[in-house]
């Protein structure tokens, strides 16, 4: 399956973004504006941006938390928002796949799912780069 025009320049324009993690509180709706548009790293320990953000969009959408289940958490999580609608995309280096999925703003319930599509090189090259460097950036225990 291939990634259709549209969700290949979303994923393309998303990895041109950040992904610095941020502080340690939990998004709220009014902070979840700022991560629109962003390409976010998905780390447990220290906690990242990314992973507290899809933490929460697993309790607002328990399909994606249904999904996390069986796959587990992505390496990176891209997310955007148009009109009602809010575009994430699930980044899995390891199996060099990626997952769309596709929600209504402002009403939890069920999310569309599309993939896997396959990790270009290119965007494997940047994205391991991105996960590298933090890695390295990372206080030690």
């Known amino acids: 399956m291939e990634l259709g025009?549209?969700?290949a320049a979303?994923?393309?324009s998303l990895l041109a973004f950040s992904c610095a993690p941020m502080g340690n509180n939990w998004l709220s709706d009014r902070q979840s504006a700022s991560v629109d548009n962003q390409m976010m790293l998905v780390?447990?320990?220290p906690p990242t941006t990314g992973f507290r953000?899809?933490?929460q969009q697993s309790v607002r959408y328990p399909d994606i938390r249904l999904f996390m289940e069986m796959k587990g958490f992505p390496d990176f999580?891209?997310?955007s928002a148009t009109g009602d609608r809010r575009y994430m995309i699930l980044y899995?280096?390891?199996d060099r796949q990626a997952f769309a999925c596709r929600t209504r703003n402002g009403r939890a319930g069920n999310?569309?799912?599309a993939g896997p599509y396959p990790v270009t090189d290119r965007e494997f090259s940047l994205l391991?780069?991105?996960r590298r460097r933090a890695d390295q950036a990372a206080p030690e225990a």
């Open 111 to 113: 999310v569309e799912f």
């Open 10 to 12: 979303l994923a393309v």
């Open 77 to 79: 999580l891209a997310e």
């Open 53 to 55: 953000r899809l933490a």
């Open 43 to 45: 780390r447990r320990d």
């Open 128 to 130: 391991d780069g991105f």
């Open 5 to 7: 025009p549209r969700a």
């Open 92 to 94: 899995y280096l390891k």
